[in-house]
């Protein structure tokens, strides 16, 4: 009876904890004028909560336009451009709009995380490191992923040109095709298309070689959610409700797997037997704070992603404090 009390009193605890971690103030009050937000988005499961801020929004007074990009780049230059108030741009983004001398655009918050694994074709081992020799391998270069992954090489010790990198431009759906006609052995990509092609049966995480999320110098943090430095000044009170909007789509979509699900389905428009196992690998919530940033930017200008050292700049441009007002940190 004591273990089963002690027991009981552990789970209470962590249940409180689990509501503590998900809990946000209050809404805010509506605009006294209404308002219209332009939000950029990139359809990948981590930002599903932006399918549902809208109803939100408009209780308080704010109608949404959407835009939409394949590239988290094109979002950036799109924010640094003040074509959109919002979007979901890369975690290294600061850095590389720091390195081009712009200050418009202002890291909010982080989006979500998971484990990174390379994606390899069935019938294609990969299980080592010394099992990448010879294999053709698709990358985004200059993407998050390409550039977790070339950061794991390294403090691994192992030499980029130990596989052939085969460029590929554009969206998933490219890497998805490349790996089915086999084209490639394995893929360096991004949710949903990862669990895409490894619930259809043609490829499998090799999960015995690396998990890349972990590079110190790039962290698991999936996306970043960003504003346009010129909103985030003159517009603050409607970035502020943006941000409780979703961050309150977060924490319920976070709490309850099949609404999240649903939702990454939706927003998507991917099956539910590819989000169902997709969503598995994400786990809502931004990991990112400004030392990652610091350590992205340093990463990038040590191996040459960017031509100066913007450290202290980057840094500089993430400005999470409306997420912790909100969150009642």
Same mark, same amino acid.
């Given at each position: ?54 109803? $939100? /929004? +408009?209780?308080?007074? &704010?109608? *949404?336009?959407?835009?939409?990009? =394949?590239?988290? !780049?094109? %979002? ?54 010394? $099992? /990448? +020799?010879?294999?053709? &391998?698709? *990358?985004?270069?200059?993407?998050? =992923?390409?550039? !977790?992954? %070339? ?179």
């Amino acid at each position: 009876m004591r273990i089963f009390r002690l027991l009981s009193t552990a789970l209470v605890v962590c249940a409180g904890l689990l509501q503590t971690a998900l809990a946000i103030t209050p809404m805010p009050s509506p605009m006294p004028n209404k308002e219209v937000i332009t939000i950029g988005y990139v359809k990948v499961g981590q930002v599903s909560p932006l399918h549902l801020v809208e109803e $939100d /929004l +408009k209780k308080m007074n &704010i109608e *949404v336009k959407r835009a939409e990009f =394949v590239r988290y !780049a094109d %979002a950036r230059t799109s924010l640094i451009s003040n074509s959109v108030d919002v979007s979901v741009v890369g975690p290294a983004d600061l850095a590389i709009a720091a390195s081009q001398g712009t200050k418009n655009i202002i890291g909010l918050s982080g989006v979500a995380s998971s484990p990174k694994y390379l994606v390899v074709r069935k019938g294609v081992t990969i299980n080592t490191w010394d $099992d /990448l +020799k010879g294999k053709k &391998i698709a *990358v985004a270069p200059g993407s998050a =992923v390409w550039f !977790a992954w %070339a950061m794991s090489l390294v403090e691994n010790n192992i030499p980029y040109n130990t596989f052939t990198a085969v460029n590929i431009q554009g969206g998933g759906t490219a890497f998805v095709q490349a790996l089915k006609r086999g084209d490639i052995d394995a893929m360096l990509s991004w949710e949903p298309f990862e669990s895409q092609v490894v619930a259809e049966g043609a490829a499998y995480f090799a999960t015995n070689l690396v998990d890349y999320s972990k590079s110190k110098a790039v962290g698991p943090e999936l996306g970043l959610l960003a504003a346009s430095g010129e909103a985030y000044s003159k517009r603050r009170e409607v970035i502020k409700r943006f941000m409780w909007a979703y961050l309150n789509a977060e924490a319920k979509l976070a709490a309850d797997s099949n609404a999240f699900v649903n939702a990454y389905s939706q927003f998507t428009g991917l099956p539910l037997d590819v989000t169902r196992e997709s969503h598995k690998l994400i786990k809502l919530g931004g990991v990112l704070d400004r030392a990652q940033v610091g350590r992205l930017a340093d990463a990038s200008f040590k191996q040459g992603v960017i031509k100066t050292d913007v450290t202290k700049e980057a840094m500089e441009l993430y400005d999470d404090s409306l997420a912790k007002e909100i969150r009642g940190r």
